[in-house]
């Protein structure tokens, strides 16, 4: 398989998933009883999750900053807060370019040397990788009788104990043939591999540690409080335990990856969840769209306004003979 169609099947596949699950999603409660849901709904509590994901966003621009600095350079905040949002706009689009395309921006609005911003970004994800692994752990530890009990009557316990020793002995049969082939692929995967661990040894080794991880830490905070407050603006969660909503997140914060930016997906991520909880089926698809609307809006909007006022901005910054940062 050539390079080219590698790129249009990297595409067209996210999208046409995406299309598949809207599909579905839509299949699975009726146009009216949905439209019903958005009419009912408390834009307030919805407007207040906004401002929460809002928040989050800007956080984010500023911790890269954080990242940016020990390389040199001084990373202007307009800048990077609009680098964000145009890289949330483009991940719309084509998955994962949206990286490219926020340390592109930098790289020509700030000169920082574009592999060194994007290494910035891996690193910036290792970071998130982390906080979504302590949201999973800590969300177990709060529902770990309910989650067992929810395992031994939809699996059985044995086969879970038989596959979990399986995939651990595979794990580390991978990790010594990892370690020890001298093949192409996996010299690019230790190099990849050593580049996420060096990734996250510069975030306790830069001046400014402390800062990057409270910033770490609020980002996430606020991804969760965006998605708790939203199930304000539903009457049948008024009630919902909190639990239902960590396993929730969680679910929907994967499904992100699964298509772009969740199209179709985030739906029925959320329901998958709240099913668990023997939350209804409409209400819960319901209130995946109105997350996935309102999160998608607002990132059209502010992503869209980046994309067109970042040149204008910069041309300005030159034109007064000043630094953009």
């Given at each position: 398989?050539n390079?080219?169609v590698k790129?249009i099947?990297?595409i067209?596949?996210?999208?046409l998933?995406?299309?598949?699950?809207?599909?579905?999603?839509l299949?699975?409660i009726s146009?009216?009883v949905?439209v019903?849901?958005f009419k009912?709904?408390?834009y307030?509590?919805?407007?207040?999750?906004?401002?929460f994901?809002?928040?989050s966003?800007m956080?984010r621009a500023?911790?890269?900053r954080f990242?940016i600095?020990?390389?040199?350079?001084?990373?202007?905040?307009?800048?990077?807060?609009?680098a964000v949002?145009?890289?949330?706009?483009?991940?719309?689009?084509?998955?994962?370019?949206?990286?490219?395309t926020?340390a592109?921006?930098?790289?020509?609005y700030e000169g920082?040397?574009?592999?060194?911003?994007?290494?910035?970004?891996?690193?910036?994800r290792?970071?998130?990788?982390?906080?979504?692994f302590?949201?999973?752990?800590?969300?177990l530890?709060l529902?770990f009788d309910?989650?067992y009990?929810?395992?031994?009557?939809?699996?059985?316990?044995?086969?879970?104990i038989?596959g979990g020793?399986?995939?651990?002995v595979l794990v580390?049969v991978?990790f010594i043939?990892i370690?020890?082939?001298?093949?192409k692929?996996?010299?690019?995967l230790r190099?990849?591999l050593g580049g996420?661990?060096e990734?996250?040894?510069?975030?306790?080794?830069m001046k400014?540690?402390w800062?990057f991880?409270f910033?770490?830490?609020?980002?996430?905070?606020?991804y969760?409080?965006?998605?708790?407050?939203t199930s304000?603006?539903?009457?049948e969660?008024i009630d919902?335990?909190?639990?239902?909503?960590?396993?929730g997140?969680?679910?929907?914060?994967f499904?992100?990856?699964a298509?772009?930016?969740?199209?179709?997906?985030?739906?029925?991520?959320?329901?998958?969840a709240?099913?668990?909880?023997g939350?209804?089926k409409?209400?819960s698809?319901a209130?995946?769209w109105i997350m996935?609307s309102s999160?998608?809006?607002?990132?059209?909007?502010?992503g869209?306004?980046?994309?067109?006022?970042?040149?204008?901005?910069?041309?300005?910054?030159i034109d007064?003979g000043?630094?953009?940062?």
């Open positions: 398989m390079k080219q790129s099947l990297k067209t596949l996210p999208l998933l995406g299309v598949v699950l809207v599909w579905y999603s299949s699975e146009i009216e949905l019903t849901h009912n709904a408390d307030a509590w919805i407007s207040l999750g906004l401002f994901g809002l928040l966003h956080s500023y911790r890269w990242m600095k020990p390389l040199g350079y001084r990373l202007g905040f307009s800048n990077s807060l609009m949002f145009a890289a949330y706009l483009v991940n719309y689009t084509i998955p994962r370019a949206g990286e490219v926020r592109t921006i930098i790289t020509n920082v040397p574009f592999e060194k911003c994007f290494g910035t970004i891996v690193a910036e290792v970071a998130d990788l982390i906080m979504m302590v949201i999973v752990v800590v969300t530890f529902e309910f989650i009990q929810f395992l031994l009557e939809k699996f059985n316990l044995t086969k879970i038989f020793a399986i995939l651990l580390v991978l043939y370690k020890k082939s001298r093949s692929f996996t010299i690019k190099s990849f996420l661990l990734g996250i040894l510069t975030i306790f080794k400014q540690k800062a991880i910033h770490t830490v609020f980002i996430w905070v606020m969760v409080l965006m998605f708790y407050v304000f603006a539903m009457s969660f919902i335990p909190f639990s239902a909503i960590l396993v997140f969680i679910s929907a914060s499904s992100i990856a298509t772009n930016g969740g199209v179709g997906s985030y739906p029925l991520a959320v329901y998958a709240f099913s668990i909880f939350i209804a409409d209400p698809i209130f995946g996935w999160q998608t809006l607002m990132i059209i909007i502010l869209g306004i980046s994309l067109i006022y970042l040149p204008i901005y910069n041309r300005k910054a007064k000043t630094n953009p940062s």
